[in-house]
């Protein structure tokens, strides 16, 4: 079974995604194709990223993934293709595949070199497309490009751990469809710092003083009955290992969510403050 997965910021109201489906299957009808998300918000690298590492590990080793944000070919854009925990990763060299891998090595990074082999009007997902599907057959990496070492990082909004460790600074990278805002402080990050003490969450002037593991917790610890529990901002680890900000139970569309009532948005500061 050969899978290509599909992340890009085309949205699904043009011919986009219909066409590159179409290219795969002409090129590859074997394969199955699948999509992570199409709804990427236009050149968001931090987005992008998020969303394709909350799901590869969803899927069989030698899955193809075939990201399409911001992958316009050029001298400071070049194409990569990246093999890493048994998975292949296509796309350009914009700081996702960075992100992604969070500087754990990949076990082979090569630089995409064919894109003259093609008629010069071809575009460049197209280019992209056929190293999805040579890789899915179970082409070698060789034949598409050289070996190269190193990928772009991207460093405008990392985590920062205060010097005396009584704090740590994240940033908003995403809101989901019920207006949760996602935080690129992981679990783990947390836990390494934690070490017993209290902590406090702040999102601007709003603050919890318990991270929970899953939303229901709320309501199982007994503090607050559900009534008393809508609306109220919780924090969560969500499954991908990130730290989600919520209103419990609040519909974003009738009510608001943390994205409106708590203001937070793409870029938004999140700090979780430690006690002594």
Same mark, same amino acid.
């Given at each position: 079974m050969s899978i290509i997965t599909l992340t890009t910021d085309f949205g699904l109201r043009d011919h986009f995604v219909g066409a590159l489906k179409g290219k795969l299957i002409s090129d590859f009808p074997e394969c199955r194709i699948v999509d992570i998300s199409h709804h990427v918000d236009p050149f968001n690298i931090y987005e992008a990223s998020y969303l394709l590492n909350a799901a590869w590990t969803s899927f069989p080793p030698g899955t193809v993934h075939l990201i399409g944000v911001d992958a316009e070919f050029h001298k400071g854009n070049r194409h990569i293709a990246m093999q890493w925990n048994g998975h292949y990763f296509i796309g350009a060299d914009n700081g996702i595949l960075s992100l992604l891998s969070s500087? #754990?090595?990949?076990?082979?990074?090569?630089? =995409?070199? #064919?894109?003259?082999?093609?008629?010069?009007?071809?575009?460049?997902?197209?280019?992209?497309?056929?190293?999805?599907?040579?890789?899915?057959?179970?082409?070698?990496? +060789?034949? #598409?490009?050289? *070996?190269?070492?190193?990928?772009?990082?991207?460093?405008?909004?990392?985590?920062?751990?205060?010097?005396?460790? &009584? &704090?740590?600074?994240?940033?908003? #990278?995403?809101?989901?469809?019920?207006?949760?805002?996602?935080?690129? =402080?992981?679990?783990?990050?947390?836990? *390494?710092?934690?070490?017993?003490? &209290?902590?406090?969450?702040?999102?601007?002037? +709003?603050?919890? +003083?318990? =991270?929970?593991?899953?939303?229901?917790? =709320?309501? +199982? *610890?007994?503090?607050l009955s559900l009534k008393d529990s809508e609306g109220r901002m919780v924090a969560v680890f969500n499954e991908a290992g990130y730290l989600e900000i919520a209103t419990y139970r609040s519909n974003p569309h009738l009510v608001g969510s943390a994205n409106t009532l708590l203001g937070l948005r793409f870029q938004s500061e999140v700090r979780i403050n430690f006690g002594k």
């Open positions: 500087k #754990i090595l990949p076990e082979k990074l090569f630089e =995409i070199t #064919i894109h003259d082999r093609f008629p010069p009007e071809t575009a460049d997902l197209d280019v992209l497309a056929k190293v999805a599907t040579h890789l899915a057959r179970g082409g070698v990496l +060789n034949v #598409i490009g050289r *070996e190269t070492a190193g990928l772009k990082e991207v460093t405008e909004l990392k985590p920062v751990v205060a010097a005396d460790r &009584s &704090s740590i600074k994240g940033y908003v #990278i995403y809101v989901d469809h019920f207006g949760n805002a996602v935080v690129n =402080i992981t679990r783990k990050m947390f836990q *390494e710092l934690v070490t017993g003490r &209290s902590y406090t969450v702040a999102a601007g002037k +709003n603050t919890v +003083n318990v =991270i929970f593991r899953r939303f229901a917790d =709320i309501l +199982n *610890e007994g503090r």
